[in-house]
């Protein structure tokens, strides 16, 4: 299959341009993945932070920079590019109502030439919400053919806005790109931390439905054996959490960096945490924990959005009722008050299901179970042998001849669609795997 993936991707930065590094490195071992990328994200004006672009950042996609966000005439030209491509189908990623226009047209255009779109959707309405942002999104989600959410929250969001949206719920990947975690001693003694402290991290972007106010003054709560750790680029004035911090008991314990964090830099912090801390005031989902499972570290989290199932209902960290800093405080308590080993096992059991390659292996089999009717080659017959299950996906062998002498050419186990490598093979085996799916 070959497929046109417009989304961030390096040389800018942050959570949207890793995943989709990791998930084309993924799919590229299987199929043939052209990837686009902005020439322009955000006007400057409108970025809240120091820099959109990650200096010498590694770019190990290649992707073709053609969108540009605020400029119309690129986006019909990011549409001829893509076709040019001669992609089977495109995946795009959506965030935020910003991007609705241009990624919008695109997807319009692939349309009317043909070209299903499957679009990732992060948030179909942001955090911070404004008049205009289902309209936006209402008129973004009418140019798709199918979506993919990563928690029910989201799934949600897209019904409520396109009753008739098909999507596909499958859960956030871990990201592995961070390496092992550095030893609990010596991270923290290179962020200046006790040894037996109990040591809280708050990372990633600062902003304000993130709740670090929430968490700064339930901080101030607890005793001198804990430490905080605040780890991340404020998107906005930093000057009323400082304040906190200056007003609270244990301001000495609350180690701020307040800083874009370079990935050679992550496993120190989570190296040195005992859990991840999001008192989030509202959530979709949180790459953050994605990040925190890769280092085997818990998360204490408010019950909001997504949250409760990145935590598997309370299985790999503490769940927070209430959104408030009593409620905060005493999740804390909690969690340093049982045997983290229960927890940490639990997330180490996540690994597999988490996986890219498991992500990746959903995309597709969405894409053929509705959205591309399988092509044989033919130079090839292919014959099916064995039984089949209850809804008609062949259990046995697949075998495939040469149309001219009938000599088997492949004769393998069928366990999915990826496993065989002729030419066309994902297409071929999924008309033997998947024998009454059609085209919509």
């Known amino acids: 299959m070959r497929i046109a993936f417009l989304s961030a991707f390096p040389p800018f930065r942050g959570g949207i341009a890793q995943f989709s590094t ?59 590019r893509m076709l040019d491509a001669k992609p089977d189908i495109a995946v795009l990623r959506y965030w935020m109502p910003f991007f609705a226009p241009a990624m919008g047209t695109v997807a319009a255009r692939l349309q009317k030439n043909g070209v299903k779109v499957i679009t990732i959707v992060d948030n179909a309405l942001p955090h911070e919400p404004h008049f205009y942002d289902k309209p936006l999104t209402g008129w973004f989600l009418r140019k798709n053919d199918g979506f993919i959410a990563m928690t029910v929250a989201v799934k949600n969001d897209i019904i409520a806005l396109r009753p008739d949206a098909k999507v596909k719920l499958m859960p956030h990947p871990l990201y592995d790109h961070f390496g092992t975690p550095m030893p609990q001693a010596e991270a923290r003694q290179k962020l200046g931390m006790p040894v037996d402290a109990r040591v809280l991290l708050f990372f990633g972007l600062i902003r304000d439905y993130k709740g670090l106010d929430l968490l700064i003054e339930a901080f101030g709560k607890l005793d001198q054996r804990y430490h905080l750790v605040i780890a991340g680029e404020p998107y906005g004035d930093f000057g009323r959490y400082r304040q906190k911090i200056e007003a609270s008991p244990l301001k ?141 996906a062949h259990l046995g062998h697949f075998i495939a001849f040469r149309q001219q002498d009938q000599v088997p050419v492949q004769n393998s186990a069928l366990l999915t669609c990826l496993d065989l490598p002729l030419l066309r093979s994902e297409e071929a085996c999924f008309a033997v795997h998947h024998p009454a799916a059609q085209r919509p």
Not at 49 to 70: C, F, M, N, P
Not at 262 to 288: C, K, N, R
Not at 333 to 360: G, K, V
């Open 22 to 80: 990791a998930l084309v490195q993924e799919l590229r071992k299987a199929h043939e993945v052209d990837a686009f990328t902005f020439t322009r994200q955000y006007p400057d004006m409108l970025f809240p932070g120091t820099s959109q672009y990650e200096v010498g950042g590694e770019d190990a996609i290649g992707a073709v920079r053609v969108l540009d966000s605020v400029n119309p005439l690129s986006w019909t030209s990011t549409a001829k």
């Open 252 to 392: 000495a314990n609350i180690h701020q960096h307040t800083r874009f964090i370079a990935d050679a830099e992550v496993p120190a912090f989570f190296g040195a945490a005992d859990a991840v801390a999001l008192p989030y005031i509202s959530a979709t989902q949180s790459g953050i924990t994605a990040i925190a499972y890769h280092f085997g570290v818990p998360v204490i989290a408010t019950d909001v959005g997504g949250l409760k199932e990145a935590l598997n209902n309370g299985r790999t960290g503490v769940l927070v009722p209430e959104v408030s800093a009593a409620a905060i405080a005493a999740g804390i308590t909690e969690f340093f008050d049982q045997d983290p080993s229960a927890l940490r096992a639990n997330i180490a059991a996540l690994r597999e299901e988490l996986s890219w390659h498991r992500f990746a292996e959903g995309l597709v089999d969405f894409v053929f179970g509705g959205f591309l009717t399988a092509k044989l080659p033919a130079a090839f017959v292919y014959t099916a042998t064995g039984a089949t299950d209850a809804t008609g």
